[in-house]
């Protein structure tokens, strides 16, 4: 099966501007990817922030989005807040199969 | 009001069984894929498995191919994951997920694989 790849930890400043990326080891991430992104704090289940590349719940602050950058899938967390610290999964879909990576710790600081 | 609860973990020994439920309710369940995904303590969320809304497409993790079968009951509003030859690296909390988008959640239960 595919692995994708995250960076391990990013750090953003109160109110600064972060870039989560989400690459494949079979090429590029594309829309058919339907690439996921979800949000996991501490002793709590993940919760959906983005779907198919860019589709927001009606829970997901605004300052989260999500896109597609040179051939990755990507979150970009714009303002950052204290409360986003967290760590932050993105799936991949691969026809059936699902694959998660290995997730970035974000800490806001 | 939305709730996926899961139920059925415990600690098993090495080569043992256990089957894992998980009632939905708050939404119309049979309109959905469902999965099941783990999380190793420490660790990050890894997909275990996932079936289609009327039983008959399902796909799982290549280590577990051959030792877990995930179910459902429509008619009762229940997935199931049921665990063969457990080993200690399956040891972790399993979620169950459905929804549209992966709009529902579970709060887990934990699996601790040990003599």
């Known amino acids: 099966q595919a692995v994708v790849t995250q960076e391990p930890s990013l750090t953003v400043s109160p109110g600064g501007t972060v870039t989560l990326t989400c690459g494949s080891s079979?090429?590029?991430?594309?829309?058919?990817?339907?690439p996921y992104w979800f949000q996991q704090k501490p002793g709590q289940a993940p919760r959906t922030l983005i779907y198919?590349?860019?589709n927001k719940h009606f829970w997901t602050p605004a300052r989260f989005s999500g896109s597609l950058l040179g051939g990755k899938a990507a979150l970009t967390l714009s303002g950052a807040q204290p409360e986003d610290e967290a760590e932050y999964y993105c799936?991949?879909?691969?026809?059936?199969?699902?694959?998660f990576g290995g997730g970035t710790k974000l800490t806001v600081l | 009001e939305v709730q996926l609860v899961e139920s059925g973990g415990g600690l098993v020994q090495p080569g043992g069984s256990l089957r894992l439920s998980c009632a939905a309710s708050?939404?119309?369940?049979?309109?959905?894929?469902a999965t099941w995904v783990r999380q190793a303590p420490g660790k990050g969320l890894e997909w275990v498995a996932n079936i289609r809304q009327d039983g008959n497409e399902k796909y799982y993790m290549d280590s577990v191919k051959g030792r877990f079968t995930i179910s459902r009951d429509n008619a009762k509003n229940s997935l199931y994951l049921q665990m063969n030859s457990l080993r200690a690296e399956d040891t972790a909390v399993y979620y169950c997920?459905?929804?549209?988008?992966?709009?529902?959640w579970g709060q887990g239960t934990l699996v601790t694989v040990s003599s």
């Open positions: 198919d590349t860019s």
């Open positions: 708050g939404f119309t369940f049979n309109a959905y894929w």
């Open positions: 079979t090429g590029a991430v594309t829309s058919g990817h339907y």
């Open positions: 799936l991949l879909t691969y026809s059936g199969p699902w694959v």
């Open positions: 997920e459905t929804g549209h988008y992966a709009d529902y």
